[in-house]
């Protein structure tokens, strides 16, 4: 899941528990649509787990700017601080009953109603600023 700094989703996908977080991350920066925001370069913040110079260099030739924490070096980087946000909207979602806990076999129910629950996500972030 990609979400914007104030923790509102913009794309997710679904993949099988077994597999590795980076492997989804260039297709979902490709499913969003580049516009102009504030100046400079875009910021892409996660976790140690996408600590690979692979895809800090990949990143750094999208444009993005990749403020990733190195595996191995002791916490205190305060770059938790700005990471939170995805955990919050984990913990959204996971206000959604049905979500918790998967009981859907079929991947395409189960994706239908994780997007449906971003949509409501997101209509309560926009009414929030209105």
Known sequence: MITDGCGTPLAISLTGGNRHDVTQLLPLLDSIPRIHGARGRPRHRSDRG???DKYRCLLWKR???PVIARRGVPH???????????ERTNAWIHGFRRLRIRWDVRDDIH???????CCVITYRRVRALC
């Open 63 to 65: 444009g993005i700017k």
């Open 111 to 117: 994706e239908a109603f994780l997007e449906l629950a």
């Open 76 to 86: 205190g980087s305060r770059l938790g601080s700005v990471r939170w946000v995805v």
């Open 50 to 52: 996408y600590d690979f």
